[in-house]
């Protein structure tokens, strides 16, 4: 049996994070945009497989940024 490897624990996979309805709910309300208007990640992307997202969830992506410390973007969840 393979080991499975943990791509959540990996140095170069920034963080993500699942949003709840509230917090998905301000993020589209500050940005004035809808689900439609932001890049999609599919559901079986390996970083966020954990997550066990579903279509229409919000993902936050937390990288590192030389200039600014941290980077945020926001990523919603469809089927492939």
Not at 18 to 26: F, S
Not at 67 to 73: D, G, K, P, Q, R
Request: glycine letters at 2%; hydrophobic letters at 35%.
């Amino acid at each position: 049996m393979k080991k499975q490897f943990k791509t959540d624990k990996h140095s170069l996979i920034p963080k993500h994070l699942k949003l709840n309805e509230k917090e998905k709910q301000k993020i589209l309300e500050q940005y004035n945009i809808s689900l439609n208007g932001l890049p999609r990640i599919p559901k079986t992307d390996a970083a966020i497989v954990s997550l066990n997202a579903k279509p229409g969830d919000l993902i936050k992506i937390i990288r590192k940024s030389p200039t600014a410390n941290e980077s945020v973007f926001y990523r919603v969840v469809v089927n492939v």
